[in-house]
């Protein structure tokens, strides 16, 4: 059933879940730390060689393993929608093209793509973000030592997104994307929900104040060239509601991106020695990072009619998460999947970024980012080596919660 136009998910009884956890014996011994904690990567590499679609009481839902399976969930014509009540991406960011399906989608979507096309990012932001990346390691290098995320990773990314949008927002961004995503957490606390409405609300004035400047006085950042296309038929609120995830998806996976990369080079020093040998090698490497330890770790979608996936049937309105985390280290797809190869020739068929309608839309800009990050880190910090790092984690997005380096000052 659907309420104000979004699907409604099913309450499933006692009975139909015990039915189910007697079918899916693996899925149902599955704890959540095991979608959340480094150690759960054995389980669910063993629930997707037993069922690549098992029924998770932890979720309440149903979880695909599978890398096939999962690329037919993200399918255009899978049956498997994102606007559903339950849909806290929704609830926090708003009607957007990451929370809306079909026609509403593509048609938010389309005058964004223009200015992500690859020529496009490199004339724009190519030599601003190779600026960015110099003055912030001219400023490090002298201490010989920092934590990844805080002191490069996360100010890195947030002065690109400030060029993207074209305002200077500084610290704020960082604060907006906090409440964004403290609100899309499931544990029942409307508090965060709160703070991401406020921020939401707070985000927009200052969209829309940059939308009429831009008007005024153009710019090459998105803003402007979406804001000046009178061919895109969006309304300004669509416009702005479509830049609050440009925002949001421009931070997080940059910063884990850069981190995880890091992290596996330094963890596998063969690696590291291919690519200081052969610096055209380190676009694998960063895709060969977002494989193994993808950023965005979970993604969910709703049943809008009945379907079968794997053999086994949904009914309409049943939950179903995808773990890209599994999906990624499928060895029908990535052979000797847990190995980090920065020449794996299919690196780039991991599903981290999505795929369909949803494929992430800064993809290009997204890893042109980090190789240029990565390559500055590992020539202008010599001696660079891991202080102290523990092991990634998270449920949703995953890295590792800290990243300490040490190199010769």
Do not use: K
Request: aromatic share 6%; glycine share 8%.
């Amino acid at each position: 059933m659907a309420t104000d136009g979004l699907l409604a998910q099913v309450e499933v009884d006692e009975a139909e879940d015990a039915a189910r956890r007697a079918r899916f014996p693996v899925g149902a011994g599955i704890a959540f730390a095991d979608l959340e904690e480094p150690a759960g990567v054995a389980a669910l590499d063993a629930l997707r060689d037993a069922e690549p679609v098992s029924w998770l009481p932890e979720l309440g839902g149903w979880l695909v393993t599978g890398h096939s399976l999962a690329r037919g969930v993200l399918a255009p014509r899978s049956g498997l929608v994102v606007e559903a009540q339950p849909n806290l991406v929704r609830a926090s960011l708003g009607v957007m093209m990451l929370s809306s399906d079909g026609d509403a989608h593509d048609r938010m979507r389309a005058p964004f793509e223009p200015p992500f096309r690859m020529r496009d990012v490199e004339a724009s932001y190519g030599e601003r973000l190779r600026a960015r990346v110099a003055a912030l390691l001219t400023a490090l290098r002298p201490a010989g030592t920092c934590e990844l995320a805080s002191a490069f990773a996360s100010p890195y990314a947030v002065g690109v997104t400030a060029d993207i949008l074209g305002l200077d927002l500084g610290e704020r961004i960082a604060g907006f994307y906090d409440a964004f995503a403290s609100a899309m957490v499931y544990d029942g606390d409307p508090e965060p929900q709160r703070r991401a409405d406020a921020a939401r609300s707070e985000l927009d004035e200052i969209l829309l104040r940059g939308l009429a400047r831009c008007r005024v006085a153009p710019d090459d950042s998105v803003t402007s060239v979406v804001a000046n296309d009178p061919a895109s038929g969006l309304t300004d609120a669509e416009i702005v509601a479509q830049l609050r995830v440009v925002m949001f998806g421009a931070i997080e996976t940059i910063e884990s991106a850069i981190c995880n990369t890091i992290l596996l080079l330094h963890r596998n020093p063969d690696q590291l020695d291919l690519v200081r040998a052969g610096p055209a090698l380190l676009a694998g490497a960063v895709e060969e990072a977002l494989r193994l330890i993808p950023p965005v770790a979970f993604i969910e979608r709703w049943t809008a009619v009945p379907c079968v996936f794997g053999g086994v049937e949904l009914g309409a309105g049943e939950f179903l998460g995808l773990s890209t985390v599994a999906a990624n280290r499928d060895p029908a797809v990535f052979a000797d999947p847990a190995r980090f190869e920065v020449r794996r020739e299919n690196a780039r068929h991991h599903l981290t970024l999505s795929h369909g309608r949803h494929h992430c839309l800064g993809f290009n800009l997204g890893r042109m980012q980090c190789t240029a990050a990565v390559t500055a880190l590992l020539d202008r910090l010599p001696g660079l080596q891991i202080e102290h790092a523990p092991e990634p984690s998270g449920f949703a997005f995953r890295r590792p919660a800290t990243l300490h380096l040490r190199w010769d000052a």
